[in-house]
C-alpha cells in the first residue's frame, strides 16, 4: 500500500511514500488534529486489521487492531476530535466492531461489538450534526 500525502498545493502530491505493510483491501482514511489515520485489512496470511499514523513528517509502524478479522474494508471517522475504526467480522461473522484511538497513548483500545447489529459489507461512517 502506498500514500502521497499533499504538500498544501491543490492537486499536487509528494513523493509516493510506501507503508509498512500490504493491503488486501481499500484502505479507510481520515485526519484530524494535523495526523492522517490510516486503516486496512492486511493481505495473504493475516487478514486482520492494521492501523497507522501519519504525524506530517512519517508514518508509525502499524499496529494490529488485536484479534481482528474482517472479509470487508474497514472505515474509520473522527468524532469531537478522536479517532474511531470499525470493520465487520469475517466469514459468516457479520457483526460490526469498533475501537476508539487514545490519542494521548498513541494506541487504539480494545474492540467492542456493536450490539444487535450486523452486515453483509464493510461499515461507513461520518459525523453529521454532531452524531456519529
Known amino acids: 500500500m502506498a ?3 499533499p504538500t498544501g498545493h491543490a492537486h499536487r502530491f509528494t513523493d509516493v511514500e510506501r507503508l509498512g505493510g500490504r493491503a488486501a483491501l481499500s484502505p479507510a482514511l481520515a485526519s ?3 495526523e492522517l489515520f490510516a486503516m486496512f ?4 496470511s493475516f487478514d486482520g486489521i492494521w492501523a497507522e499514523a501519519f504525524d506530517g513528517r512519517s ?9 481482528t478479522w474482517t472479509s470487508a474494508p474497514p472505515a474509520v471517522a473522527i468524532f469531537h476530535g478522536q479517532p474511531i475504526g470499525a470493520w465487520r467480522g469475517a466469514g459468516d461473522m ?4 469498533y475501537s476508539t484511538y487514545d490519542v494521548a497513548r ?3 483500545g480494545p ?3 456493536i450490539p444487535d447489529v450486523g452486515s453483509e459489507a464493510g461499515p461507513a461512517m461520518a459525523v453529521w450534526h454532531d452524531r456519529l
Open 3 to 5: 500514500c502521497a500525502p
Open 32 to 34: 484530524a488534529e494535523g
Open 41 to 44: 485489512r492486511g493481505a495473504e
Open 59 to 67: 508514518w508509525s509502524s502499524q499496529q494490529p487492531m488485536g484479534w
Open 94 to 97: 457479520k457483526g460490526l466492531w
Open 106 to 108: 498513541g494506541t487504539w
Open 111 to 113: 474492540r467492542s461489538l
